[in-house]
Nanobody, 122 residues
Framework: QVQLVESGGGLVQAGGSLRLSCAAS????????MGWFRQAPGKEREFVAR????????YYADSVKGRFTISRDNAKNTVSLQMYSLKPEDTAVYYC???????????????WGKGTLVTVSS
């Protein structure tokens, strides 16, 4: 079983930055596509960013493009999300996700982390 553990969430002022990390257990981390999703209070969980198995291809939701950067280190079994120019609407629980298929929607995800809360104050 694959276990994903997020860290790095917290409280930040609008315009600030934050870096989230996800540590994955188990072997063959590089065989998974990885991604980040988020869920704001009262809303559906939504796609934020994805990265291919070797890190060569990334894709972002329009709402975060240009502000967030996803990366992975297969030697350390980690994936990160660097967030800049944070806005109050970025406030949500952020979830690390792993899948055999390309991560596009929550339906593609095979494994989820427990989430880490990001709160952006105005």
């Amino acid at each position: 079983q694959v276990q994903l553990v997020e860290s790095g969430g917290g409280l930040v002022q609008a315009g600030g930055s934050l870096r989230l990390s996800c540590a994955a257990s188990g072997r063959a981390f590089s065989t998974y596509n990885m991604g980040w999703f988020r869920q704001a209070p009262g809303k559906e969980r939504e796609f934020v960013a994805r990265i291919s198995k070797t890190g060569g291809i990334t894709y972002y939701a329009d709402s975060v493009k240009g502000r967030f950067t996803i990366s992975r280190d297969n030697a350390k079994n980690t994936v990160s999300l660097q967030m800049y120019s944070l806005k109050p609407e970025d406030t949500a629980v952020y979830y690390c996700a792993a899948s055999w298929a390309v991560v596009t929607t929550k339906g593609d995800v095979d494994y989820w982390g427990k989430g880490t809360l990001v709160t952006v104050s105005s």
